[in-house]
């Protein structure tokens, strides 16, 4: 019904960049957050980025001044543009949305993508 897929991940050397995407289709009635969480090997997944309907951003400590997260509304896909990579940002990186469907827009659900890995190289 609602799918996110991501894509951009791969392989980069310590201090490269790269730009995830990542689009949402289905019954999507509107957005209220996209964001980006990240997973390392054996580790709990975290936040990395928000960005709220009303544009407001909310980064985690590690990423502030080097990754900017943006969106577009019109197309449902939010950009993650991550700057002086780091061997510390390697994860498995996860697009979420909470969103309403048309089927029942006073509802808030959460969707997960199915990841995209991003490896940093010392």
């Known amino acids: 019904q609602v799918q996110l897929v991501e894509s951009g991940g791969g392989l980069v050397q310590a201090g490269g960049s790269l730009r995830l995407s990542c689009v949402a289709s289905?019954?999507?009635?509107?957005?209220?957050?996209m964001g980006w969480y990240r997973q390392a090997p054996e580790k709990q997944r975290e936040l990395v980025a928000t960005?709220?309907?009303?544009?407001?951003?909310d980064y985690a400590e590690s990423v502030k001044g080097r990754f900017t997260i943006s969106r577009d509304k019109a197309k449902n896909v939010v950009y993650l543009q991550m700057d002086s990579l780091k061997p510390e940002d390697t994860a498995v990186y996860y697009c979420?949305?909470?969103?309403?469907?048309?089927?029942?827009?006073?509802?808030?659900?959460?969707?997960w993508g199915q990841g995209t890995q991003v490896t940093v190289s010392s």
């Open positions: 979420n949305m909470q969103c309403r469907t048309r089927t029942s827009p006073y509802v808030i659900n959460n969707y």
């Open positions: 289905g019954s999507i009635f509107s957005i209220d957050v």
């Open positions: 960005i709220t309907s009303g544009d407001s951003t």
